[in-house]
């Protein structure tokens, strides 16, 4: 499993650039504490010995991905010291549902003047980046890591944004700055690999997941992030023989029911698949798990082109995330759901799904950064689906309007997105030059992407791109994601020599 808040935790535009967040170093202290004073890491504030053992145990669990683990620790510290704010940055990103990580995140934002220097631009950093403020957000880890060169936490703050950012080179300079300075730090190695692997380099991720088990072999986690490369390498039964050892060691450890079931469903077996994620759902221990299980089926659902079904998953998520007004999930969901409608033609139905979960951010106790983004978003999806609908003077105008907007807040992922809706574009009036040099620029981290640029250079009849391109998304092997599920078995149809 890679270190980072879930995909399906909260709105997509809101967390698309989101870190994980661990502080590191010994020193406790009621007021800042200098650097130099611990040997350069970052320090520790919080007014209670007791608070800081246990911070420190939950921080150790949160770093070895037990989340739901290190929630009695990080909740107990608060307890003895309620204006922790480290501790309550720490519980944020371990929640398991959006409406805790907002309301933890929010506390700690509102305690950084009790805090060091570090501390502060660390919570700073998260807040900007639950913000989709992605410039704000590496200014201050840029501060972090120049203030504290010689922790290795913060080496790991910036190289995930940089992961973030798809800038994977940058990314594992300074993860591998974190072995350098802490040679048994477990996390650094871990995300390591996963960096690897974006670069394709699968020899060298599976080096990193090696020394990760090397490190803390008894852990589930080094086991189900090993079981991930191979699932992207195609080495399914492999990859599930991992996955079921992680769970020998922890049979809680439901992030590897999630992984076992996209191995099942990329060797045609939805229904095991299907009921690898109702085993999750029986044993989850919280809304977060239980809303991925019904996530991962309405994927398997989509993938074998049962919308209707997909959708009905996607309701009980709501529905489970409705009891507590989780707003930012309801939101997420109803994103969801119209992906769902959209990818089946009815573009309508899909709109009305748009709409509702734009009113429902706008109409939350969220930041404006958030409600920005939602509108943002929305001119995304009211132009993806006038594209659809072969509407293209207005899905010229949402583009446009929503690259404006982009460009104005700097928002490197949604630029991203305003090349995918320019190639998309092209692509639907046949201009197949636009659309390759546009969806090149575009996330490539999405399979929708790389089967559109096969589609280009099949129409441009540039055989050997168009298959190499139709290959990639055909064995994109991500774990259960909708977009993926939208076009795998058409890429498939398509890389193994039929026309889509």
């Not at 934002?109 to 631009?121: I, N, R």
């Not at 709501?318 to 707003?327: F, G, L, P, R």
């Not at 509108?375 to 009211?382: A, I």
């Not at 197949?432 to 790389?450: F, G, V, W």
């Amino acid at each position: 499993m890679c270190p980072r808040p879930s995909r399906r935790l909260v709105f997509v535009a809101m967390l698309a650039l989101s870190v994980l967040s661990w502080v590191g170093c010994n020193k406790t202290s009621t007021n800042s504490v200098s650097a130099a004073s611990d040997g350069g890491k970052l320090p520790i504030t919080t007014k209670s010995e007791e608070a800081k053992k246990e911070f420190l145990q939950g921080r150790d669990l949160s770093e070895r991905l037990l989340a739901q683990d290190s929630l009695q620790h990080f909740d107990k510290a608060l307890s003895l010291d309620p204006e922790f704010a480290s501790a309550e940055l720490a519980r944020a990103n371990n929640s398991p549902t959006a409406k805790e990580f907002f309301e933890h995140l929010r506390k700690a934002a509102g305690l950084v003047s009790k805090t060091s220097d570090g501390e502060k631009l660390l919570i700073l950093a998260n807040e900007a980046a639950a913000n989709g403020v992605n410039e704000i957000q590496k200014n201050y880890l840029d501060q972090l890591v120049t203030t504290y060169p010689n922790d290795e936490r913060a080496h790991l703050q910036v190289g995930n944004y940089y992961f973030g950012q798809q800038q994977y080179e940058q990314a594992i300079t300074h993860y591998k700055q974190a072995t350098h300075l802490a040679p048994s730090f477990s996390p650094a190695y871990n995300i390591l690999g996963y960096a690897y692997r974006q670069q394709g380099n699968y020899g060298e991720a599976e080096q990193a997941f090696k020394k990760y088990v090397e490190l803390i072999p008894n852990d589930p986690n080094p086991y189900d992030s090993y079981a991930e490369l191979l699932l992207k390498m195609g080495r399914f039964d492999d990859s599930i023989a991992q996955y079921r050892k992680a769970l020998s060691i922890d049979p809680h450890f439901v992030p590897s029911h999630f992984g076992i079931s996209a191995d099942l469903m990329y060797q045609g077996k939805p229904q095991e698949a299907t009921a690898e994620l109702q085993a999750m759902a029986d044993q989850a221990r919280n809304d977060g798990e239980m809303r991925t299980a019904h996530f991962g089926m309405a994927v398997v659902a989509a993938d074998t082109g049962k919308f209707d079904n997909a959708v009905q998953h996607i309701e009980k998520e709501y529905a489970i995330a409705e009891k507590k007004n989780d707003v930012a999930a309801m939101a997420a969901d109803l994103q969801a759901k119209g992906n769902i409608l959209e990818a089946a033609g009815k573009y309508d139905a899909a709109a009305e799904q748009f709409e509702r979960s734009l009113q429902l951010i706008e109409g939350s106790n969220l930041s404006q950064d958030i409600k920005d983004n939602a509108k943002r978003t929305h001119q995304f999806n009211l132009a993806a689906l006038a594209i659809g609908k072969k509407d293209y003077s207005a899905a010229k105008s949402h583009t446009d309007e929503f690259r404006q907007s982009a460009e104005t807040a700097k928002n490197s992922a949604q630029l991203k997105q305003a090349h995918e809706l320019t190639g998309r574009l092209a692509l639907a009036q046949k201009q197949y030059d636009t659309a390759i040099s546009e969806l090149e620029q575009s996330n490539q981290q999405d399979p929708r992407n790389l089967y559109r640029l096969g589609q280009a250079y099949q129409a441009k009849s540039n055989s050997a791109k168009a298959q190499e391109y139709f290959e990639k998304a055909a064995e994109f092997n991500s774990l259960p994601a909708l977009n993926y599920a939208f076009i795998r078995q058409k890429a498939q149809k398509v890389a193994g020599g039929q026309k889509g």
